[in-house]
């Protein structure tokens, strides 16, 4: 059974910094991983697609990686913001069309 | 983008009653709609996958009886929480995939029911 695992659970930088956000998962045999922002009581917002053939996507400050033989993605989020604050879930799709398989977040604070 | 609404939004019941969420796919039609739910602090965990036009497949531990789920066409489904209890208050969301794009899914903005 697919689990995925982020670490760490909850992060505080200062507003400028660089940083990194680790997500793991159990089995290797992955169709997709996505990165979601979360804000408090609200929905998801995608951030970033990977396929499983892909090795890394970029959307403005924000590139994901992936990893499948060691089951490892990390998010790297570039001069973070105040705004950047929110919790960041990984999530993990096995096969085309079906759910997800979530991490527990990662609570970031950026403080200016 | 492909855009999923929720409604409603937000939504307070007495222990007892049954309340319906709606999952909306607004400018696709969705093959597949996944229900998930998520506790305070805790992460979504998928209760049931829904095909239109056939039963809903449900997660070990949900009860199919207590939380209906309907897929009539391909840009509806519905979960339905039967003699709502005070442990079902959560934040419930639902997503959508459809055959062009099956490898993406796309997300509601969630229903926060509260259970008094």
């Known amino acids: 059974k697919q689990e995925v695992t982020q670490i760490p659970a909850a992060l505080s930088v200062p507003e400028g910094e660089n940083l990194v956000l680790n997500c793991s998962f159990t089995d290797s045999a992955i169709y997709n991983l996505q990165w979601f922002r979360q804000d408090p009581g609200k929905g998801l917002t995608s951030l970033l697609l990977i396929q499983s053939s892909q090795r890394e996507q970029t959307s403005g400050r924000l590139n994901a990686s992936l990893d499948k033989s060691s089951g490892r993605s990390t998010l790297y989020i570039a001069a973070s913001q105040p705004g950047d604050s929110a919790t960041y879930l990984c999530?993990?799709?096995?096969?085309?069309?079906?759910?997800?398989?979530f991490g527990k977040g990662t609570t970031l604070s950026v403080s200016s | 983008g492909a855009v999923v609404s929720q409604h409603p939004s937000w939504v307070i019941c007495k222990s007892g009653t049954s309340v319906k969420i709606e999952c909306r796919s607004l400018d696709f039609q969705a093959t597949t709609m996944f229900w998930y739910r998520q506790f305070p602090k805790q992460s979504l965990m998928l209760m049931a996958t829904s095909n239109e036009g056939s039963k809903a497949t449900y997660e070990q531990g949900v009860e199919k009886d207590k939380f209906l789920i309907n897929h009539a066409s391909l840009t509806l489904s519905t979960l339905t929480v039967t003699s709502a209890h005070p442990e079902d208050s959560s934040f419930y969301i639902c997503s959508a995939s459809f055959s062009g794009r099956a490898q993406e899914q796309y997300f509601g903005p969630g229903t926060r029911l509260t259970v008094t």
């Open positions: 999530a993990v799709g096995s096969q085309a069309g079906t759910a997800l398989i």
